[in-house]
């Protein structure tokens, strides 16, 4: 019994079901839904497959792995061995597959067509594509009711007005299509959506080229994402560059140059750093956005700085490589338990905390660690990791599969959760040097988020970031 302002109440203590026991209801007849048919997405499905559990695949985009698909000009800087799940590579090796060359790294649009595209065909109509999820619930509950909760299907609402039930949902959404803003806050800049704004990863060098090239650009973001895009605008013949960052210095997006652990990072920073040296790209330190005004002179970004003290540039193009951070919106009636900093899980955030973990640093987890008091959803891959920029594919793929393991029931396999991070293989110098004389310096993405990219970016990137230590 508790007091409150209006009388005595009673309270009810709730245990959460297992997802054993929500699933030991009439909904144990329904498919499991997977949100999102990027690579962790792809997965689970798989490893759905290799337990025998129905499924439906939903992806918004009108192909597969459409966020992939975005930053497809952009290389990994993990290689392929890292980047194929293992039940997918079971499952395609007996559909006659071959596999592409361990020790390659694969563009966004080589991992589409060698790995993802293939891997999806094998699940025929239970991939669907164009299909937008635009809300979540429990059939015939709201967020509020609890008796009888976990035994009712989930309801899941499409952009169409079809709804769908499922026994669990496994959310591999990404978080590639909510970009954070350019403001410094955390809020919108003024005149921020008023003005166009270019997200991380143009394709510089390729599509976008006559966007930026002979035209003033400005790049704001102090991660691996921007130093990709500079990179390449460095190659245009009379584009002057500006790089904005909050921080006083550019530290931390040069890196440790030949010490740093990730060898591939290192020479990105060294690039970089030549080119600030040299005055092809003007840095500008303590510039926290505050408003962007369209002038006859061009885009006016203006920043204000915590002392009030402003500075400003005007450019012909803005990219905002500023990072990602997840949407939680379509479960807003489902009982999520979210760490209130990153955005994840509270369970997990202490294991991917950035202040304390690098990507190859981030302990082992899987079920328990995802789970929230909603018994059967689960936010998998970078949406897992909410702002968190530590995230890396086989970590996404191995907590697939730890919870179709626990979907399944089979909680001993559930709970043996083994991360191999390639410490000593991604982050070999040997790897990169060879890899150099065969494509030339690698510069990729994780995109949604795949593994580690060599300018890595990460769709759950902090606010400045802009990416991740590993994709």
């Given amino acids: 019994m508790s007091d409150s302002c209006c009388g005595t109440v009673a309270v009810e203590i709730e ?10 209801g009439p909904a144990n007849d329904l498919p499991v839904v997977v949100i999102g048919a990027g690579p962790v997405g792809l997965a689970a499905a798989a490893h759905l497959a290799e337990r025998g559990l129905d499924f439906l695949l939903l992806e918004a985009g009108d192909r597969v792995a459409a966020s992939v698909a975005q930053w497809g000009h952009v290389r990994v800087f993990s290689p392929y061995r890292y980047n194929i799940d293992a039940a997918a590579r079971r499952l395609l090796e007996a559909d006659g597959w071959t596999a592409p060359d361990s020790d390659w790294l694969p563009t966004g649009a080589e991992l589409i067509d060698d790995y993802l595209a293939p891997l999806a065909k094998l699940f025929g109509d239970k991939v669907r594509l164009g299909t937008k999820v635009t809300a979540i619930s429990r059939l015939g509950y709201d967020r509020v009711r609890t008796t009888g909760r976990e035994q009712v299907p989930f309801l899941i ?5 079809t709804e769908l039930q499922a026994r669990a949902i496994i959310d591999a959404s990404g978080t590639y299509t909510s970009p954070n803003v350019l403001g410094a806050s955390g809020l919108p800049a003024h005149g921020e959506h008023e003005v166009f704004v270019d997200h991380a990863l143009p394709d510089v060098l390729g599509a976008d080229r ?8 400005l790049v704001v973001g102090a991660g691996h994402s921007a130093a990709t895009t500079l990179l390449a605008l460095a190659e245009l013949p009379d584009t002057p560059i500006t790089w904005a960052i909050r921080a006083g210095d550019a530290g931390r997006t040069y890196g440790g140059g030949e010490a740093d652990a990730l060898p591939a990072r290192g020479a990105l920073g060294t690039r970089l750093r030549v080119h600030v040296e040299s005055g092809r790209i003007q840095l500008l330190t303590g510039f926290f956005t505050h408003r962007v005004d369209a002038t006859d002179q061009g885009i006016q970004v203006i920043s204000r700085d915590p002392s009030g003290h402003e500075q400003s540039v005007t450019v012909d193009q803005v990219v905002s490589a500023t990072g990602y951070r997840p949407d939680h919106s379509i479960a807003s009636e489902l009982r999520l338990d979210l ?92 790897l990169v040097e060879a890899q150099e004389q065969r494509v030339g310096l690698a510069t990729g993405i994780t995109g949604g988020l795949l593994a580690a990219p060599l300018p890595l970016t990460t769709v759950g990137a902090s606010a400045e970031s802009g990416g991740s230590c590993c994709g």
């Fill in 15 to 24: 245990q959460f079901a297992t997802p054993q026991q929500a699933a030991s």
């Fill in 157 to 161: 609402r499409l952009a169409d007005g």
């Fill in 210 to 217: 006559d966007r930026y090239e002979g035209k003033r650009v």
């Fill in 339 to 430: 760490d209130p900093v990153l955005g994840s899980t509270r369970a997990l955030a202490p294991l991917i905390d950035p202040n304390r973990h690098s990507c190859g640093t981030v302990p082992a987890h899987g079920v328990d660690e995802l789970a929230h008091p909603e018994p059967g959803y689960y936010a998998v891959g970078v949406k897992s990791y909410g702002r968190a920029p530590t995230f890396l594919m086989a970590t996404g793929y191995e907590q697939v599969r730890s919870v179709v393991a626990a979907l399944a029931g089979d909680w001993e396999a559930a709970r043996d959760v083994q991360l191999d991070l390639p410490e000593t293989g991604v982050c070999s110098s040997n």
